[in-house]
């Protein structure tokens, strides 16, 4: 096995040495003044991050935790919702809403579909209106990143709450949660934000504080959460190793500034997106500047995808993430969202044309990688995509 490890996953991602350095700082007492010092200072760039004036509640758990506690605080039972659903994290919020007893209708989509807004309102007309619409910005699964500015738009026009998921999404691609009237967005430290897995976020407005329903909960608790964030201090205890690392990364990020990293992450997709077709390998995720988080590609025929990323893992020392249900042995996923430039991407399709050459795949050598790196390349004014 290859002494040296490199992740290309859509989660967990590599995590920047200047937040390793911070994790392993000294731990501090969470109801003490350096903590809420730190806190505030997160709190501030978390808001920036996610271009909101409102609270963004931080829990210690997984994306998925943040996700639960927008069903736990928005779903009744027997209300009715609405889940946009094109792939195994838009059937999670399916999950997740019927678990809490919520009336589920679904706007349904093959995966590797793009949802789309015309649907959403026919479907909230069907259904005669809504409480909230969930839906996925980015479905990791497929590759697809949906326009929730227009699904947004179609949320609202029937007055219903918009909930989405952002867990991958946000920091990589452009996400305005009060431009885009946006009440809830759930993300998690573990993708684009460059941190370790185990902080959950998500950003509340007004509309959906006051609507906050009848269901059990207690450690999810949005109005618990507030109420100590208002103090700079937590209703539990807080994974204060890991909210030291996420203020430094976002840090990194807004250094950058944004739009610079919306960019890299867009050249990005583009060169793993290219230097893939020029294998010759079929993607399955859109060919498209929006589709920036995770490159998903089909296996030649007689490549089984489970063999080919064990391959990659023991010999090279490169984890990519497989399909989901049906798309297990036939699809791979390459990540590149945080900490990542060119050069790793590159690494990455390199890998995968030397084990797929061993796999006795016809590839033409070395034609990936020079293509890449020419489709990473910014675009000259007035020329158009490379």
């Not at 050069?343 to 006795?360: K, R």
């Amino acid at each position: 096995m290859s002494a040296k490890r490199y992740l290309f996953t859509p989660g967990p991602t590599p995590v920047p040495p200047e937040v390793l350095a911070a994790l392993a700082e000294p731990v501090v007492h969470h109801r003490g003044p350096d903590y809420r010092s730190l806190f505030g200072e997160c709190l501030e760039r978390l808001r920036a991050v996610y271009r909101t004036a409102g609270d963004v509640l931080v829990f210690t758990s997984s994306g998925t935790g943040a996700m639960e506690s927008a069903v736990a605080n928005l779903c009744s039972p027997g209300e009715r919702v609405v889940v946009v659903s094109a792939g195994a994290f838009g059937e999670r919020w399916r999950n997740l809403a019927a678990a809490y007893g919520a009336d589920v209708q679904a706007v349904e989509y093959e995966w590797g579909e793009t949802p789309r807004p015309d649907d959403l309102r026919a479907k909230l007309e069907e259904a005669g209106g809504a409480k909230a619409v969930f839906l996925t910005h980015s479905e990791t699964s497929t590759g697809v990143v949906a326009d929730v500015q227009a699904l947004a738009a179609a949320a609202k026009s029937s007055r219903a709450l918009v909930v989405v998921d952002a867990v991958s999404s946000l920091g990589a691609v452009p996400l305005e949660t009060d431009a885009w009237g946006l009440d809830v967005v759930a993300s998690g430290s573990q993708k684009a934000l460059m941190t370790p897995p185990g902080i959950g976020l998500v950003s509340v407005s007004e509309a959906a504080h006051a609507a906050v329903g009848s269901s059990p909960r207690f450690y999810f608790d949005w109005e618990r959460t507030r109420a100590g964030q208002a103090k700079l201090d937590s209703a539990f205890t807080p994974a204060v190793s890991l909210v030291r690392g996420l203020d430094v990364a976002l840090g990194l990020l807004l250094d950058e500034g944004l739009e610079a990293a919306f960019d890299r992450h867009v050249r990005l997709g583009r060169a793993c997106r290219e230097g893939a077709k020029a294998m010759g390998l079929e993607l399955f995720s859109p060919d498209e500047d929006r589709s920036a988080v995770v490159t998903a590609i089909l296996t030649p025929a007689g490549v089984d995808a489970g063999e080919l990323r064990l391959a990659l893992r023991d010999r090279y020392g490169v984890t990519v993430a497989g399909g989901h249900g049906d798309l297990k042995n036939r699809l791979f996923r390459i990540g590149h969202i945080g900490y990542y430039d060119v050069f790793d991407v590159v690494a990455a399709l390199a890998a995968v044309e030397l084990a797929l050459v061993e796999a006795g795949a016809e590839v033409e050598r070395g034609v990936g990688v020079a293509r890449a790196l020419e489709a990473f390349a910014p675009v000259p004014a007035g020329r158009g995509n490379a």
